[in-house]
């Protein structure tokens, strides 16, 4: 197996299914003080505070509960210094035998990830972010 690449450095994002998106938001920013960093549509959006990271993804108001992915998390992210670093961790973890779900890509906000699943079937991100990664020394 190869080297470990270098660690996360830190669990700085988590996403979440809401029913309710607007009523989250307002709670998210209005009462805890997170602000909105990018809404790339309607259905979802992305707040930061503090360099950490919620994203808020809708879910179907009206769907039968079974008809919902289960629980509330979407997934985990662990945040990385560098954005070969998350190429790195991809190539890791294959070797290793991990599921993965994604391959590495760069996304609309210029952040980079793959998303893998842990032993219980847990999303699991392993994402650069820029506005994160700039408050890590080097």
């Known amino acids: 197996m190869d080297a470990t690449p270098p660690s996360p450095i830190g669990l700085r994002h988590v996403a979440l299914r809401v029913r309710d998106l607007p009523a989250a938001e307002r709670f998210y920013c209005g009462l805890l003080g997170l602000h909105v960093e990018w809404r790339p549509d309607p259905d979802n959006v992305y707040l930061a505070g503090r360099g950490d990271s919620l994203a ?14 289960p629980g509330r998390l979407d997934h985990l992210g662990f945040a990385l210094r560098r954005a070969e670093d998350v190429d790195a961790w ?38 650069w972010h820029p506005p994160i990664a700039a408050l890590e020394p080097a």
Not at 112 to 122: K, T, V, W
């Open 90 to 127: 991809h190539a890791h973890l294959t070797a290793a035998g991990v599921r993965m779900l994604s391959a590495p890509k760069t996304h609309r906000d210029g952040a980079r990830s793959f998303y893998c699943e842990d032993p219980d079937g847990n999303v699991v991100q392993m994402i």
């Open 56 to 69: 808020l993804h809708r879910v179907a108001a009206l769907a039968p509960v079974a008809a919902q992915p």
